[in-house]
């Protein structure tokens, strides 16, 4: 695997976290590539149970190089939390590196994140209030501060002033909220550098002189293809793209190069914040999902919306993302279920549709049709090979290779590393 992409495929959560866990023992370097804290990439192994906001999932095996890409955008009193809760649990971080050319999130990006929130009222995205979106919005607007520029004080001081006076001018005419200080934030900036400092690289050089060497790299996506801004559910959507397409822009790392794609989903589907989700159950079902696999967030705790597998929006996903396998997760949370449900269609009024809508105001609207199929008593999660699980889940991990139009090579029940099988083709 010289170049790997691992992606989202649904809407987020789908187990990216595991399988990069799972697949790095074979890896060379990790990359992410997109988005920022706003992740929340759970790992059961070894060293116990992390959930991993910025740090690639690689960081677990001192071999492999992790590197925060580029395309991240970068709180540094996350990334030195997560740095310190990690050591403390005896993994070496020594093997981190952070692109200098990252955007670094900044408290104004936090505090407009929660005060565009509210001024949406009915109509918020149900953000994680990280100061994501913000933090793009300057990175294109051409106004955001770059962790390299921590390394020069003068020129950190000059781009927060000039950054600041607009922040101010929109914090108290539009929001009606205090100016906040300069001062402070460049002080506190400036007191993270120290920890930051023998993290911060060009990482381009790492990365290429890596590929030239033949190193196998994984691309770690965040979030899910349909939280993607041009292609996802907009305006509910994330503000960075989790795209395979992505992956190569957030890490420096050309199209040409990239040789797999693994979607990862879930063998069932959720989404956490507002938006259209066409299969969400709101009944006992939905319920019984949720709590059975802990469907919470991992990075704010919230309840997920739970439903079933939907095979028009993830056969989307194979499609924009050119996705040559899928990675199945959570599999055994079907164990014991006498049916399970897939949609194949929606149907529209009086219309019916295989293609996933453009505008949410369509996808509101989808009635979801939907394939009925057995289900399975056995407990599957000690199943180590593919052939051994049940005949039924077999049928429908088939049945969703075929709807999606992409073959599932990896197949993932329980939260530990090892609970992972291959699909033989
Ligand atoms: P991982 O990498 C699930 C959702 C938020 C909200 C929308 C916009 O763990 O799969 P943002 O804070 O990005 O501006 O919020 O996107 N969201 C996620 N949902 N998993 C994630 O990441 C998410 N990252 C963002 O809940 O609906
Ligand atoms: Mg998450």
């Known amino acids: 695997m010289p170049v790997l992409a691992l992606v989202g495929g ?31 990439h759970t790992t059961v192994n070894p060293h116990g149970t992390f ?24 709180n540094p009193a996350v990334l030195l939390r997560e740095i310190s809760e990690l050591r403390e649990h005896g993994v070496t971080t020594d093997n981190l590196v952070v692109s200098d050319r990252a955007h670094l999130i900044m408290p104004y990006h936090i ?30 607007a051409r106004t ?20 600041m006076e607009q922040k101010n001018a929109l914090l108290t005419s539009l929001y009606g909220h205090p100016a906040i200080s300069v001062d402070e934030i ?22 290429h002189n890596a590929m030239q060497r033949g190193d196998r790299i994984m691309l770690e996506g965040a979030q899910g293809a349909l939280l993607d801004t041009d292609f996802g559910t907009y305006p509910f959507v994330t503000s960075s793209s989790p795209l395979a397409g ?70 989307f996903s ?37 293609e996933f809508p453009t505008r949410i105001e369509t996808v509101e609207q989808c009635e979801p049709v939907y394939e009925e199929m057995p ?11 593919y052939s051994k699980l049940p005949l039924n889940a077999r049928k429908y991990v088939d049945t969703i290779s075929s709807l999606l139009g992409c073959r599932v090579s990896l197949v993932s029940m329980g939260p530990k590393r090892e609970q992972m099988i291959e699909v033989r083709p």
């Open 51 to 74: 959930r991993l906001h910025l740090i690639p999932s690689g960081i677990f095996y001192s071999n492999v190089c992790c590197v925060i890409g580029n395309g991240v955008v970068v």
């Open 186 to 207: 460049f002080d506190q900036y400036m007191g993270f550098l120290e920890q930051m400092h023998p993290h911060i690289v060009d990482t381009l050089p790492l990365i």
């Open 375 to 385: 289900g399975w008593d056995e407990c599957t999660e000690e199943v180590s090979e």
């Open 246 to 315: 992505a992956a190569t822009l957030g890490s420096g790392i050309g199209p040409t190069h990239i040789e797999r794609v693994i979607g990862v989903f879930k063998a069932y589907a959720t989404r956490v914040g507002s938006g259209p989700m066409p299969t969400e159950l709101n009944d006992d079902m939905g319920d019984f999902i949720r709590e059975k696999a802990r469907e919470y967030g991992a990075t704010t705790g919230r309840p997920r919306r739970c439903g079933w597998f939907d095979a028009i929006a993830g056969r």
């Open 111 to 140: 505090l407009l994140d929660r005060l565009e929130e509210e001024r949406r009222g009915q109509g918020a995205i149900g953000t994680t209030q990280r100061g994501i979106g913000p933090a793009f919005v300057d990175k294109v």
């Open 318 to 354: 194979v499609r924009i993302n050119g996705m040559t396998e899928v990675a199945l997760t959570h599999l055994d949370i079907f164990d014991g279920f006498e049916s399970i449900k897939i949609c194949t269609g929606y149907r529209i009024g009086g219309t019916f549709t295989t």
């Open 144 to 163: 955001g501060l770059r962790v390299g520029d921590l390394l020069d004080a003068t020129i950190f001081r000059r781009r927060l002033e000039n950054a």
């Open 10 to 40: 649904q809407w987020g959560d789908e187990g990216k976290g595991k399988v990069i866990d799972s697949l790095a023992a074979n890896a060379d370097m990790v990359v992410r590539y997109a988005g920022g804290d706003n992740a929340g």
